[in-house]
């Protein structure tokens, strides 16, 4: 019980994930928000992971941590950004 209920709490995160997406990515891109492309890599890369994490799929920590890596900076791109706007 306790599982199932938390794979459908981690499912719900991930579709969350998945709307702030899009959502930033229709900012980035009918609205001219350069900022909304950074945060937009950042919480893809946090669905991927979301989604490994929850199907069990076994993927390279050679791919996981550069993955991680990237996000950190977008998102350290993407709040420089929104302070120059």
Excluded at 18 to 28: F, Q
Excluded at 37 to 53: E, H, P, Q, R
């Amino acid at each position: 019980m306790y599982n199932e209920n938390m794979d459908i709490l981690q499912l719900l995160s991930i579709m969350v994930e998945a709307a702030i997406v899009l959502i930033l990515l229709y900012a980035a891109i009918k609205k001219q928000r350069v900022c909304a492309w950074g945060m937009a890599l950042t919480f893809s890369i946090y669905v991927f992971y979301d989604l490994i994490n929850l199907f069990n799929l076994s993927v390279p920590q050679s791919i996981m941590a550069p993955a991680f890596f990237i996000a950190s900076i977008s998102a350290l791109w993407a709040v420089l950004k929104m302070g120059q706007d």
